[in-house]
């Protein structure tokens, strides 16, 4: 890849204003996290004292997860040691269920922080874990740009929650 430098433009960048506070008058993720039970409406699969894991309605892979604190917050800084420690002892906990469960044969685990990371909710922090495989894209989504899930998202809700269930506080 080749590289152009242009520093000037980090002038032009510096006049793009943060986009204003959003006003989403509710927060699927919150929505998830204060939910009393599990089901396809709100996708959740498992909730520990701090976190909540819920699938993500527009999955890349069936199994894509997303987790995230109980707690509203969108900036990494504000989270407490404990639910840095619960955030991180839930990926390994998911990716330990997806591999028995999928057998896939990797993982894409990442954080989007703000909107210009692509964060579609920056408001509120999320990890994606994504089950991936040897040739899970294709032609359909490079050309067609689109993507094609094999599995209905109620189907995987309910074989991963079971999995949770089953793992309880094993792992």
């Known amino acids: 890849?080749?590289?152009?430098?242009?520093?000037?433009r980090s002038k032009y960048i510096a006049t793009f204003k943060d986009p204003p506070k959003n006003e989403e008058t509710s927060c699927f993720l919150c929505n998830a996290a204060n939910c009393s039970d599990f089901n396809n409406d709100n996708l959740v699969v498992f909730k520990s004292s701090l976190s909540v894991i819920l699938l993500n309605r527009y999955p890349y892979n069936?199994?894509?997860?997303?987790i995230?604190?109980?707690?509203?917050?969108?900036?990494?800084?504000e989270l407490t040691t404990d639910e840095i420690i619960d955030l991180s002892l839930l990926v390994k906990?998911?990716?330990t269920i997806l591999?028995?469960?999928?057998?896939?044969h990797g993982f894409n685990i990442g954080v989007n922080l703000g909107r210009a990371a692509g964060a579609g909710v920056p408001s509120h922090i999320h990890y994606h874990v994504v089950p991936r495989w040897n040739?899970?894209?294709?032609?359909?989504t490079v050309l067609g740009d689109f993507k094609v899930i094999s599995e209905a998202i109620e189907e995987a809700r309910a074989k991963i929650e079971i999995e949770f269930l089953n793992y309880g506080n094993k792992l």
Do not use: A
């Open 68 to 77: 995230t604190p109980k707690r509203h917050i969108g900036k990494m800084p």
């Open 99 to 104: 591999e028995n469960l999928y057998k896939p």
């Open 135 to 140: 040739g899970d894209t294709n032609f359909v």
């Open 62 to 66: 069936s199994g894509h997860l997303l």
């Open 93 to 95: 906990k998911t990716v």
């Open 1 to 8: 890849m080749e590289h152009l430098w242009s520093p000037w």
